[in-house]
């Protein structure tokens, strides 16, 4: 479904307010949570239009789908983070398209993108997704994992490990997933203090629940539904 750019616009706006009440509840300066709008299953027209409206950085969970809208909104001067699951054959062309990957979860899958990002000539910035929930379903690294992981990609010159990234078991009160964006907070701290000095970055927060998500020190919240529409 495609919505016309003054809904985008106006959706936009609104989310913008909810960023700023939350910073504000929160006493957080609004400059330190980064939009990024969601764009999977949306054609090129709505992010143009989301663009249009201010916003840089744009978030696909599938390496082919943002290759295909790449294509048509060259000129732009957009910052494309990668939201969805990596598989590690795919890895080179997302270092191509991507300048964040938010989705690490396993070390061959680093390997596989410190390579690309040596042989581009770059230094990758990533974050692990962390299975907070430990849902089978879902992908991510369990929190006990994390840190071998962090200590792994410490050796992979390529990569620069950012900071952490969660998708919490679905809740109708959005309340609820609070306890898990506390838990990727404390998970930062925990691998900071070892060692792990550059995650600073923690991407959580939806649609649904990203004033929580900014209450508990969110920097990067990914947000679809409330800007573009329903899927
Ligand atoms: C789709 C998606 C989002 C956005 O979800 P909304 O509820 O539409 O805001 C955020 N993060 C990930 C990883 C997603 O796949």
Not at 51 to 68: I, P, T
Not at 168 to 175: G, K, M, T, V, Y
């Amino acid at each position: 479904m495609e919505s016309r750019p003054a809904v985008i616009r106006e959706n936009i706006a609104l989310v913008r307010e909810r960023i700023a009440s939350a910073c504000a509840r929160a006493g957080r300066q609004e400059g330190g949570v980064r939009l990024i709008a969601v764009s999977k299953t949306f054609p090129a027209e709505s992010i143009r239009a989301a663009y249009e409206a201010g916003l840089r950085d744009f978030g696909e969970n599938r390496v082919q789908e943002a290759a295909a809208k790449q294509s048509t909104l060259q000129d732009r001067d957009i910052t494309w983070h990668l939201i969805g699951h990596l598989q590690s054959n795919k890895a080179a062309r997302a270092c191509e398209l991507f300048e964040w990957v938010h989705s690490v979860d396993a070390g061959h899958l680093a390997q596989k993108l410190d390579r690309a990002a040596a042989a581009a000539g770059k230094r990758l910035p990533i974050l692990l997704e962390i299975n907070l929930g430990g849902e089978e379903s879902k992908s991510g690294i369990a929190e006990n994992d994390a840190p071998d992981l962090a200590t792994a990609i410490k050796e992979l010159p390529s990569l620069a490990l950012r900071g952490l990234m969660v998708i919490p078991p679905l809740f109708n009160d959005p309340e609820q997933t609070r306890p898990y964006f506390r838990r990727l907070r404390e998970l930062a701290e925990k691998l900071r203090s070892a060692g792990a000095t550059g995650i600073t970055e923690l991407s959580m927060g939806m649609s649904h629940d990203f004033e929580i998500a900014i209450e508990e020190g969110a920097t990067m919240i990914r947000v679809g539904t409330a800007i573009f529409g329903t899927r």
